[in-house]
């Protein structure tokens, strides 16, 4: 992302963060590559230096290439892609298969490789916003709101729309990289980019972080979540995505709930080079009656809905890299 850096109040980097249940299956390579597995610091570095000092020419065939090569041998991934593509197109032959699985690990190449351009400070991603209706209901309200999306597309590169149209300031909630070094390193990068309105917190444990959230929204600032992935610590809420169990994380919803301001689904669609769309959705705002569980779950449901139909309208922007079902 190029626009969000650490806020001075920030907690501190956390300790090497548990698996994500949605994070990718990794096993033995893990243990035995270290840094040079595929979510290992290596990597991280190897990406931003080939988006530092390669032509603009020769990103594209490098990109195929890499794609080729992690398509052969990333043989966990390749599995969770083909199964949880199944669940929205519906089962299909070995080829078939095999086309679904690289299709998406090429636009999630794009995706990534046009992040660390953006990061290098080399070239920045465009974002037409589609649904200016919602995003006025809740840009010309004076107070804050959720910015909720998904692991769809790059949520990153439109994550400084609100802040540029709105001069606000926007909290961005990051999922801990599994490589602690890696985090280190995509947090160093982040920094650089500051302008000052961005603040980034790397979602933990630590209770204080939803206070800090808390006390933004009620200052009219933006905080920005993913809301697809529960997480290690936190209780899940289990909803339903294409007729299947999907659990979701809870906290997106109460905080939304206790802050009194809407959750606003945003879907950052990769629509060519180093262009996007951002898809906002209509504000979801969460009631407040007796039953909590009910206005969580109310919430919860209308944006899995809004999930679902995005995945829908372009399954390989959907990068889930666990098998679900």
């Known amino acids: ?39 290992g610091v290596f990597w991280f570095r190897f990406h931003m230096f080939g988006m530092r000092n390669l032509p603009g020419w020769l990103i ?35 080829f078939e298969r095999q086309k679904r699985i690289f299709r998406l690990i090429h636009v999630f190449s794009w995706c990534l490789s046009e992040r660390y351009e953006n990061l290098a400070g080399k070239r920045q991603p465009q974002s037409e916003i ?36 709105t001069g606000r300031k926007v909290h961005v909630v990051r999922e801990g990289e599994t490589d602690p070094q890696a985090q280190e390193f995509i947090r160093g990068l982040i920094e650089k980019q500051s302008d000052g309105r961005y603040f980034t917190h790397f979602a933990d444990h630590d209770p204080s972080l939803a206070m800090l959230l808390l006390d933004a929204l009620r200052d009219g600032d933006i905080v920005a979540l993913q809301g697809d992935r529960p997480r290690s610590w936190g209780k899940p809420i289990e909803g339903t995505l294409f ?82 079902w």
């Open 1 to 39: 992302m190029s626009v969000a850096a650490a806020a001075p109040h920030a907690p501190q980097s956390p300790q090497a963060p548990q698996t994500p249940p949605h994070a990718p299956e990794a096993g033995i390579w893990r243990r035995i590559l270290g840094p040079f597995y595929v979510t």
């Open 60 to 94: 594209g065939p490098a990109i195929f290439v890499f794609t080729v090569f992690f398509w052969a041998t990333l043989w966990n991934i390749r599995r969770a892609i083909a199964s949880n593509l199944e669940a929205v197109l519906g089962p299909c032959g070995w």
């Open 243 to 324: 007729g299947r169990p999907f659990p979701l994380p809870i906290g997106p919803a109460m905080l939304a709930r206790a802050s009194g301001v809407p959750l606003v689904p945003v879907f950052i669609r990769r629509v060519g080079r180093l262009s996007y769309q951002s898809e906002v959705r209509p504000p979801i705002h969460v009631p407040r009656t007796h039953d909590r569980a009910a206005d969580v779950r109310y919430a919860i449901e209308r944006f899995l809905a809004e999930l679902e139909s995005t995945i829908r309208e372009d399954p390989y922007q959907w990068f889930c890299f666990r098998k679900l």
């Open 130 to 165: 589609s649904g200016m209706d919602s995003w006025r209901a809740v840009t010309d309200a004076p107070g804050g709101f959720i910015l909720l999306t998904a692991h769809y597309g790059s949520w990153e590169a439109g994550s400084f729309v609100p802040s540029v149209m």
